[in-house]
């Protein structure tokens, strides 16, 4: 089912030759620009026209009424409300470990300046709801949007013919419990568009930012400027790296729980053991025709973006997951901890047998909203520090500016912005 690539003969390139999906963002743009136009152009009615095309329903409005978010929260199954509050608590306990706090510094006598911390004014966050409704995607944004101290939040996710154009209900539940109440039915890019312009119905935000497909990436980059964006979230994918002291029975089970995300989702073992590779093979046969999206997994782990790749040793291995550097990354080996203390790209790093990616996804305190397509080398997963902002406030006593004033001046004539200079001393010219 898993197709072999073998890197053992290799030293280097191995970014290009572990397989990724083929994603044209660019070609999408051709279909998204005139999206997005439309919205900014004629508003609400754009958005619930596009709404009607591609979801096939047109909600009466855009803005999801109370009465259906505290409807969804009484009707939600109470296991599926628990296991929301659980995900809510421990992702709530890291956004606050990592929420930074502003410094002032003295530079000199009388002179200071401060980082100071400021939470974003009005954030956007964008829930999928095509071939599963992603609650937990609610709770990933909105949480530490909520850490940071964002004042305004609104939550947009696609319309549902089944349920009256609205979102699924679950995901209605978890804005409720969440306290979000600013919801809109809206989808793909026409909800993105409607969340960076502004209608009638809502005001434009200052970030963007939650998953997608290919089409609301390309809306991303689109209107990346007129709102900023969190990334370019691609198709899932995973990587394993695995020695022979590995449980085949839980590698297998760990691809396909990615694999059934998505027909282009990537699934990629990384392992020096022929024996595991056959077990993991084994096993696949075995587990995927009892998984309900059977079809789906199979064409993501059929797919060339999708192999087990055979490498010299775990050294060989680290290697090539750093080029790679996988949304989720995998680390099943003798030394699991040893082993991810030395990796360096990847979204989010899963250590030993008892860490499975699903985890992540829901429950472990980490945000399952990561770099993909390689991004993990130079980018970061959602935090709370992607709805937040650094200011630089700068305090100087009249002594403390003419202690370094002439340096100032120096330096803008060398500049030649005299000008510069010349605000300066027009202070320091002053009787003392």
């Known amino acids: 089912m898993l197709r072999r690539l073998d890197l053992r003969d290799q030293t ?20 998204v620009v005139p999206i997005c136009d439309d919205v900014r152009d004629r508003g609400a009615a754009a958005v619930l026209d596009a709404g009607e095309r591609f979801d096939g329903v047109r909600p009466e409005r855009l803005r999801v009424p109370a009465e259906a978010l505290e409807k969804a929260l009484v009707e ?7 296991a929301i509050d659980e995900s809510i608590v421990r992702l709530r306990l890291t956004c606050e470990a990592e929420l930074e706090r502003s410094v002032t510094v003295d530079v000199a006598p009388g002179a200071t300046v401060e980082r100071r911390i400021v939470p974003m ?8 709801g095509g071939l599963a409704p992603l609650v937990s995607t609610v709770i990933m944004n909105a949480v530490p949007a909520q850490v940071a101290g964002v004042p305004g939040i609104a939550l947009a996710s696609p319309p549902q013919p089944e349920f009256g154009g609205l979102p699924h209900p679950t995901i209605l539940a978890a804005c409720a419990r969440l306290g979000i109440d600013e919801v809109y039915a809206a989808g793909g ?3 993105l568009a409607m969340l960076a312009y502004g209608t009638e119905e809502n005001e434009a935000v200052n970030l963007v930012t939650g998953p997608g497909n290919i089409f609301v990436a390309a809306a991303k980059r689109h209107l990346q400027g007129v709102v900023a964006i969190d990334a370019e979230a691609g198709p ?6 695995a020695d022979a002291t590995a449980d085949a029975e839980f590698v297998a089970a760990d691809l396909i729980s990615q694999a059934e995300h998505d027909p282009l989702a990537a699934a990629v073992l990384v392992t020096d053991s022929l024996e595991l590779a056959a077990a993991v093979d084994a096993e696949l046969e075995r587990q995927v025709p009892l998984a309900r999206h059977e079809e789906r997994i199979r064409t993501a782990l059929a797919g060339q973006q999708s192999a087990t790749v055979l490498v010299r040793d775990v050294d060989q291995g680290v290697d090539v997951a750093n080029a790679y550097a996988a949304e989720h990354l995998e680390i099943q080996t003798a030394d699991a901890a040893g082993v991810a203390a030395r990796i360096v790209n990847a979204g989010a790093v899963f250590v ?9 996804d829901y429950a472990a305190g980490s945000n399952h909203v990561l770099p993909t397509a390689g991004c993990a080398c130079h980018s970061s997963g959602l935090s709370v520090r992607a709805f937040l902002k650094n200011m630089h406030v700068v305090t100087y006593s009249e002594a403390a500016l003419r202690d370094v004033g002439d340096r100032v001046v120096t330096l803008a004539e060398a500049e030649d912005l005299p000008s510069h200079g010349a605000a300066v001393t027009a202070r320091l010219g002053r009787a003392q």
């Open 189 to 191: 890019a026409q909800a």
């Open 12 to 31: 280097d390139g191995y970014r290009d030759a572990v397989p990724r999906a083929e994603v044209d963002v660019e070609h999408a743009l051709a279909a």
């Open 121 to 128: 004014q009005r954030v956007g966050l964008y829930v999928p």
């Open 76 to 82: 939600v199954d109470p296991a599926v409300l628990d």
């Open 352 to 360: 030993g047998s008892f860490a499975p990616v699903s985890l992540g």
């Open 236 to 241: 899932t994918e995973i990587a394993i790296v």
